[in-house]
C-alpha cells in the first residue's frame, strides 16, 4: 500500500488515503457510465453472473432466516401469549433489517470476491494494461459494467430473500406450529408498510448496499498489487470492507430512513 | 453467440424473477391501502385524555378504516388536547352529533380513534368539529373505579419546578414524561426519598407555557398500557388560582402496585363479612403462612 500511494506506513493514513482514492474511483466510474452503455452486452453478463448465479444462496438463506425467525419468535411471543403476532414480527425483521443486510454480507461474500479476484487477476495478468493499448478505456468496459450489475443486482436479490423468508416464516408458523393461517397473514398486512417497510426498508438500503459492495469489489480488484499474493489479499479485504461497510453504513441508513 | 444468448435470456429471467417477488412484498404482506390517502377533508375534536394515541393512527367507522389522524396537540392554558382527524372525501356523510372515541385494538394494541354515527340530518364538513368524544381510559382510571381509590390529588407548584410527595413512586425514574389530557408538559426533574417524612419527594420541572394550571390539582403516577413506562399525569382542579414555582403538590395517587390491586379484590371477594384484611400488605399475608 504504501509503495502504491507514496505514503508513509501509519495506518490512519493509509486508510484516508484509501478512502481518497475510492471515492475518485467511483467518480470515474460514474463518468464513464454513458460510455459504458456501449458495452451494455457486458453489464447484462455480469449482472447473470453476479445476480442470477447468486440466486440459489440467496434464496436457501433467506428459506432459512425466515424458518428460524418463526422457530423463534413463536416460543418467545408464547410467553406474552401473542403468537399470533408472529407473522408480522418475521416480516418486520426481514423487511426492516435482515433481508437487506444478510443478503448484502451474501452478496459480499458470493459476488464481490468474484469480482476482486477476476480483475486482480486481469490487472496481474496485463490485460488490463492491453485494453489501454487498444484505447478501451478499462473503467468503462471492466469497472462500470461491474459496479452497474452490483447496483441492480442487489434490490432483486432482497427482495427474493424478503419473499424466501416470508415463505420460511409462514412453513414454521402456520404449517408446523399451527398458528392460525388467516391471523398470520391479516396480522403482517395488518402491520406492514408499504413505503416505510418495502420500499425504503428493502429496495433503497439494498441498492445502497449493492452499490457499496460493487464499488468495494472492483476498486480492490482494479488497484491490486499484480502478484498472486495481491490477489488473495484484495480478495480478502474486499470481504472484510463490505462487511464492515454494510453493518456501518445499515446504522446510518436505518436512521435516515426511520 | 448462442452462448451470450442464454445469458442474456437467465438475466431477464432473474430480472422478472426480482420483480415479481418485489410486487409479491408489496400486495401480499403489506397493506397498501394503509399508505395511500386520497383525497381527505379534516375533523376537528377534542379530548380530555388522548392516552397513546399517535399520529397516523387509524379512523375507523364501524371497524372499517375511513382515514387517519393528522395531529395531536394541546394548546397552552387548556387541558384537552386538540386531535385533527384527516377522513376521506368518500366517507363524507358523517353526521355532525356522532361521537369520537379512543380505542385500544386488544390489550395492548395501538390506540385509535373510533366514530359511531349520531341521527343528526346534517354533515361535518371540511374543518368541521366534532363536539362529542370520549377519552382514552387508561388502565389506572378504571382499576381505581373498582376498587373505590378515588386517588388524591393536591396544589402544584407554579411555573417551573413543583415538588409532589408520593408514598411509592413504582417504577417511576427521573426523565419520566409529565402529561396531562395525556399529553406531555414537562419531566420528572428528580426523585428523592425524604428522610424525616419517610416518602418519595418528586420534583416535577414543567414547561413555563403551562403556566395557568389550577393550584388544586393532583398529581398521580400512571402506567402506559398494561406493560408500559410509568409517568405523572396531572389532573386539573377547579382552582382559579394557578400553580407557581415551588409549590408542593399535597394531594397525589401513588402508582398503583398490581400485587396490592389483585390482593384487594381477592380478599373482598372471599371475605365479604370478615373485615380482617390488613390495610397494607394484605395480598403477602397468605402467601407468608404457607
Same mark, same amino acid.
Given at each position: 500500500?504504501?509503495?502504491?500511494?507514496?505514503?508513509?506506513?501509519?495506518?490512519?493514513?493509509?486508510?484516508?488515503?484509501?478512502?481518497?482514492?475510492?471515492?475518485?474511483?467511483?467518480?470515474?466510474?460514474?463518468?464513464?457510465?454513458?460510455?459504458?452503455?456501449?458495452?451494455?452486452?457486458?453489464?447484462?453478463?455480469?449482472?447473470?453472473?453476479?445476480?442470477?448465479?447468486?440466486?440459489?444462496?440467496?434464496?436457501?438463506?433467506?428459506?432459512?432466516?425466515?424458518?428460524?425467525?418463526?422457530?423463534?419468535?413463536?416460543?418467545?411471543?408464547?410467553?406474552?401469549?401473542?403468537?399470533?403476532?408472529?407473522?408480522?414480527?418475521?416480516?418486520?425483521?426481514?423487511?426492516?433489517?435482515?433481508?437487506?443486510?444478510?443478503?448484502?454480507?451474501?452478496?459480499?461474500?458470493?459476488?464481490?470476491?468474484?469480482?476482486?479476484?477476476?480483475?486482480?487477476?486481469?490487472?496481474?495478468?496485463?490485460?488490463?494494461?492491453?485494453?489501454?493499448?487498444?484505447?478501451?478505456?478499462?473503467?468503462?468496459?471492466?469497472?462500470?459494467?461491474?459496479?452497474?450489475?452490483?447496483?441492480?443486482?442487489?434490490?432483486?436479490?432482497?427482495?427474493?430473500?424478503?419473499?424466501?423468508?416470508?415463505?420460511?416464516?409462514?412453513?414454521?408458523?402456520?404449517?408446523?406450529?399451527?398458528?392460525?393461517?388467516?391471523?398470520?397473514?391479516?396480522?403482517?398486512?395488518?402491520?406492514?408498510?408499504?413505503?416505510?417497510?418495502?420500499?425504503?426498508?428493502?429496495?433503497?438500503?439494498?441498492?445502497?448496499?449493492?452499490?457499496?459492495?460493487?464499488?468495494?469489489?472492483?476498486?480492490?480488484?482494479?488497484?491490486?498489487?499484480?502478484?498472486?499474493?495481491?490477489?488473495?489479499?484484495?480478495?480478502?479485504?474486499?470481504?472484510?470492507?463490505?462487511?464492515?461497510?454494510?453493518?456501518?453504513?445499515?446504522?446510518?441508513?436505518?436512521?435516515?430512513?426511520? | 453467440?448462442?452462448?451470450?444468448?442464454?445469458?442474456?435470456?437467465?438475466?431477464?429471467?432473474?430480472?422478472?424473477?426480482?420483480?415479481?417477488?418485489?410486487?409479491?412484498?408489496?400486495?401480499?404482506?403489506?397493506?397498501?391501502?394503509?399508505?395511500?390517502?386520497?383525497?381527505?377533508?379534516?375533523?376537528?375534536?377534542?379530548?380530555?385524555?388522548?392516552?397513546?394515541?399517535?399520529?397516523?393512527?387509524?379512523?375507523?367507522?364501524?371497524?372499517?378504516?375511513?382515514?387517519?389522524?393528522?395531529?395531536?396537540?394541546?394548546?397552552?392554558?387548556?387541558?384537552?388536547?386538540?386531535?385533527?382527524?384527516?377522513?376521506?372525501?368518500?366517507? !363524507?356523510?358523517?353526521?355532525?352529533?356522532?361521537?369520537?372515541?379512543?380505542?385500544?385494538?386488544?390489550?395492548?394494541?395501538?390506540?385509535?380513534?373510533?366514530?359511531?354515527?349520531?341521527?343528526?340530518?346534517?354533515?361535518?364538513?371540511?374543518?368541521?368539529?366534532?363536539?362529542?368524544?370520549?377519552?382514552?381510559?387508561?388502565?389506572?382510571?378504571?382499576?381505581?373505579?373498582?376498587?373505590?381509590?378515588?386517588?388524591?390529588?393536591?396544589?402544584?407548584?407554579?411555573?417551573?419546578?413543583?415538588?409532589?410527595?408520593?408514598?411509592?413512586?413504582?417504577?417511576?425514574?427521573?426523565?419520566?414524561?409529565?402529561?396531562?389530557?395525556?399529553?406531555?408538559?414537562?419531566?420528572?426533574?428528580?426523585?428523592?426519598?425524604?428522610?424525616?417524612?419517610?416518602?418519595?419527594?418528586?420534583?416535577?420541572?414543567?414547561?413555563?407555557?403551562?403556566?395557568?394550571?389550577?393550584?388544586?390539582?393532583?398529581?398521580?403516577?400512571?402506567?402506559?398500557?398494561?406493560?408500559?413506562?410509568?409517568?405523572?399525569?396531572?389532573?386539573?382542579?377547579?382552582?382559579?388560582?394557578?400553580?407557581?414555582?415551588?409549590?408542593?403538590?399535597?394531594?397525589?395517587?401513588?402508582?398503583?402496585?398490581?400485587?396490592?390491586?389483585?390482593?384487594?379484590?381477592?380478599?373482598?371477594?372471599?371475605?365479604?363479612?370478615?373485615?380482617?384484611?390488613?390495610?397494607? !400488605?394484605?395480598?403477602?399475608?397468605?402467601?407468608?403462612?404457607?
Amino acid at each position: 500500500m504504501s509503495a502504491q500511494t507514496g505514503r508513509s506506513n501509519n495506518v490512519v493514513m493509509d486508510s484516508l488515503a484509501q478512502i481518497g482514492h475510492c471515492g475518485l474511483f467511483l467518480l470515474r466510474i460514474l463518468a464513464s457510465v454513458p460510455r459504458s452503455m456501449r458495452y451494455v452486452r457486458e453489464t447484462v453478463r455480469q449482472l447473470w453472473f453476479v445476480g442470477a448465479m447468486s440466486l440459489t444462496i440467496i434464496m436457501t438463506c433467506g428459506l432459512f432466516v425466515g424458518m428460524v425467525l418463526g422457530l423463534q419468535l413463536y416460543h418467545v411471543l408464547a410467553i406474552f401469549g401473542g403468537t399470533s403476532a408472529t407473522g408480522s414480527v418475521v416480516a418486520l425483521a426481514i423487511y426492516r433489517e435482515l433481508g437487506p443486510v444478510v443478503t448484502a454480507l451474501l452478496f459480499a461474500g458470493r459476488a464481490g470476491t468474484s469480482i476482486t479476484a477476476e480483475i486482480g487477476l486481469m490487472r496481474a495478468t496485463d490485460q488490463i494494461a492491453a485494453m489501454e493499448m487498444m484505447a478501451v478505456d478499462p473503467i468503462a468496459y471492466v469497472a462500470a459494467p461491474r459496479f452497474l450489475a452490483g447496483l441492480i443486482a442487489m434490490p432483486l436479490l432482497c427482495c427474493v430473500f424478503c419473499a424466501m423468508g416470508v415463505f420460511g416464516g409462514h412453513l414454521v408458523g402456520v404449517s408446523w406450529l399451527g398458528i392460525d393461517n388467516g391471523t398470520f397473514w391479516s396480522n403482517m398486512t395488518a402491520t406492514v408498510d408499504v413505503w416505510q417497510d418495502i420500499v425504503s426498508g428493502v429496495v433503497w438500503k439494498s441498492a445502497a448496499f449493492g452499490a457499496v459492495i460493487a464499488l468495494i469489489a472492483v476498486f480492490q480488484g482494479y488497484t491490486t498489487p499484480p502478484t498472486s499474493e495481491g490477489v488473495a489479499y484484495a480478495t480478502t479485504r474486499t470481504v472484510v470492507a463490505s462487511s464492515i461497510a454494510i453493518l456501518a453504513l445499515d446504522f446510518v441508513l436505518t436512521a435516515f430512513l426511520m | 453467440m448462442s452462448q451470450r444468448k442464454s445469458y442474456a435470456v437467465g438475466t431477464g429471467m432473474f430480472i422478472v424473477l426480482g420483480f415479481a417477488a418485489l410486487a409479491y412484498l408489496a400486495t401480499q404482506t403489506s397493506s397498501i391501502a394503509n399508505s395511500h390517502q386520497g383525497a381527505s377533508y379534516a375533523v376537528q375534536t377534542q379530548f380530555a385524555n388522548v392516552g397513546q394515541l399517535k399520529e397516523r393512527a387509524p379512523v375507523k367507522v364501524a371497524g372499517v378504516r375511513v382515514g387517519q389522524v393528522q395531529s395531536i396537540s394541546l394548546e397552552p392554558g387548556k387541558d384537552v388536547a386538540d386531535v385533527t382527524l384527516s377522513i376521506e372525501k368518500k366517507y !363524507g356523510q358523517i353526521p355532525t352529533d356522532s361521537v369520537a372515541t379512543i380505542y385500544t385494538s386488544g390489550l395492548l394494541g395501538d390506540q385509535y380513534v373510533g366514530v359511531q354515527f349520531g341521527s343528526a340530518k346534517t354533515f361535518v364538513s371540511d374543518g368541521g368539529h366534532l363536539g362529542l368524544t370520549r377519552s382514552a381510559t387508561s388502565l389506572e382510571d378504571m382499576l381505581s373505579k373498582f376498587v373505590g381509590a378515588g386517588g388524591a390529588a393536591d396544589a402544584i407548584g407554579g411555573t417551573f419546578s413543583v415538588k409532589a410527595d408520593f408514598t411509592n413512586v413504582g417504577a417511576l425514574s427521573v426523565g419520566a414524561p409529565v402529561k396531562m389530557s395525556g399529553v406531555a408538559i414537562g419531566s420528572v426533574a428528580s426523585i428523592k426519598a425524604d428522610p424525616t417524612k419517610l416518602d418519595a419527594e418528586v420534583t416535577l420541572a414543567i414547561d413555563k407555557k403551562f403556566s395557568q394550571i389550577p393550584d388544586d390539582s393532583s398529581a398521580a403516577i400512571f402506567t402506559s398500557g398494561l406493560i408500559g413506562s410509568q409517568y405523572v399525569a396531572i389532573q386539573p382542579g377547579g382552582s382559579p388560582n394557578s400553580l407557581k414555582d415551588g409549590d408542593q403538590l399535597v394531594l397525589t395517587q401513588s402508582s398503583m402496585q398490581l400485587e396490592d390491586l389483585i390482593g384487594k379484590f381477592l380478599v373482598n371477594g372471599s371475605s365479604s363479612g370478615a373485615n380482617n384484611a390488613g390495610g397494607n !400488605g394484605s395480598s403477602n399475608t397468605p402467601a407468608g403462612k404457607h
